[in-house]
């Protein structure tokens, strides 16, 4: 599907914000793990996390909607054949956290593969842990497909070379079925949602500084709520931020510490923003967001706050286009990996689009504030990020703005066109 943007005379209303992706996929991971029955209230129907839902289906788990985005998981029969053939999608998160689950479950095969997309991407950083603890894993030039022959594990001391959720959750849900105490330091705190919710659930989990701890546990079936996607957010949080005449509220929306990077970095440029009745459900803070229109000015973006913020950097890229001064955006480089190469890709369309951004070798540099002309066509790479990205970017362009391929967008928040045009 391509889609064409037009520029927007404001924003303004307020929305629930759909189900946080990384959450729903851990709700549904974790609670195949426990062997008994709970509910997962607003649990994401994006793309990635069916391939998630499906991937515990096939694991031998009972798991249906009994409302909209209202799911029954009843793992009591999981887990209980020798061999399975697990299809990931485009979803990294699945292959990365499930390739943990499964490597330290003796007599289980199992290959996961996933999409043209999905095949493109790093598996070594999962893999060399793994294997450290005894793991045995079938790959392509750690790339997947992936075969887990699953083993009894060891539990290892771990230090991360970058700051990655990905990676910890792997290691962590490995030792979860290890005996002995398995251990990750990461040079910053990636996001934690796997370390709050199995302790949520009841598993020997603990946390000092940039260190997670995991003994060998069974995590209990509890009901768990999903709060709203702040990544999902961050899109509405720009758009109203750059586009003039825009004062929005967004319910419902997490705002784990760990995940709040992109409000900080707003609140750096001189965004207005308000949190409203925050409070915590299931271990996680959750409240809602008033944004409005802001003049908005330079930042530097580096060093600990980025594994914060990750996913956010394409819009905020956007932001800075209409900020005053120079932003520079250093020690990304891992966005190289993600779907799509986003520093590369966002460069060269956003060039299209009359910003004045270079390419590093970890991030950007912008210069605003830039008048975007549009008038153009863009390309998603199959990314959903850039596409959402592009879309908050034509907001605020003078003319129309064609994306390419905008269907990518269902892989993380098929909510995300009437949402926004109920703003407009």
């Given at each position: 599907m391509n889609l064409t943007v037009n520029k927007s005379s404001g924003l303004n209303g307020e929305i629930v914000i759909p189900s946080d992706k990384s959450i729903s996929h851990r709700s549904a991971m974790f609670l195949a793990l426990t062997g008994g029955k709970a509910e997962i209230n607003n649990f994401s129907t994006g793309a990635d996390c069916i391939s998630t839902l499906n991937i515990i289906k096939a694991l031998g788990c009972e798991a249906e909607f009994i409302s909209d985005k209202h799911l029954v998981v009843d793992s009591k029969n999981a887990f209980k054949k020798d061999l399975y053939r697990l299809d990931c999608g485009n979803s990294g998160t699945s292959m990365r956290l499930f390739s943990g689950i499964l490597a330290s479950r003796p007599e289980t095969e199992a290959e996961l593969y996933?999409?043209?997309?999905?095949?493109?991407?790093?598996?070594?950083?999962?893999?060399?842990?793994?294997?450290?603890?005894?793991?045995?894993?079938?790959?392509?030039?750690?790339?997947?497909?992936?075969?887990?022959?699953?083993?009894?594990?060891?539990?290892?001391?771990?230090?991360?070379?970058?700051?990655?959720?990905?990676?910890?959750?792997?290691?962590?849900?490995?030792?979860?079925?290890?005996?002995?105490?398995?251990?990750?330091?990461?040079?910053?705190?990636?996001?934690?949602?796997?370390?709050?919710?199995?302790?949520?659930?009841?598993?020997?989990?603990?946390?000092?500084?940039?260190?997670v701890s995991i003994k060998k546990s069974q995590p209990e079936p509890k009901n768990i709520s999903v709060c709203g996607d702040i990544s999902s957010a961050a899109f509405f949080m720009t758009a109203a931020a750059i586009t003039p005449n825009s004062d929005v509220i967004l319910r419902n929306v997490g705002l784990n510490q760990t995940r709040t990077g992109i409000i900080d970095i707003l609140n750096q440029m001189g965004a207005e923003i308000e949190i409203l009745d925050e409070k915590t459900e299931c271990n996680e803070e959750v409240g809602d967001i008033r944004i409005r229109t802001s003049e908005l000015k330079a930042v530097t973006i580096e060093g600990e706050i980025i594994p914060r913020l990750i996913d956010e950097l394409p819009v905020i890229a956007v932001a800075a286009t209409q900020a005053s001064g120079t932003t520079v955006i250093k020690d990304a480089g891992d966005l190289r990996n993600k779907e799509s190469d986003r520093i590369k890709c966002l460069v060269t369309e956003l060039r299209k689009l009359g910003a004045n951004i270079e390419e590093t070798q970890d991030g950007f540099i912008i210069e605003g504030k830039s008048r975007l002309n549009g008038g153009c066509e863009v390309e998603c790479y199959h990314d959903h990020r850039l596409a959402m990205s592009f879309y908050t970017a034509g907001l605020v362009c003078e003319k129309p703005v064609l994306i390419n391929e905008f269907q990518w967008v269902d892989i993380s928040f098929p909510e995300f066109l009437p949402l926004i045009e109920s703003l407009s």
């Open positions: 996933g999409d043209e997309s999905l095949s493109k991407r790093p598996m070594r950083r999962i893999i060399n842990p793994l294997e450290l603890m005894g793991a045995k894993i079938k790959h392509k030039d750690f790339k997947s497909p992936l075969t887990i022959f699953g083993k009894e594990l060891f539990p290892i001391d771990y230090k991360t070379p970058i700051a990655s959720a990905q990676v910890k959750s792997c290691i962590l849900l490995a030792g979860l079925n290890t005996y002995g105490e398995t251990r990750v330091t990461e040079p910053y705190v990636s996001r934690d949602h796997t370390e709050r919710m199995l302790k949520y659930l009841g598993a020997d989990i603990n946390v000092k500084g940039n260190t």
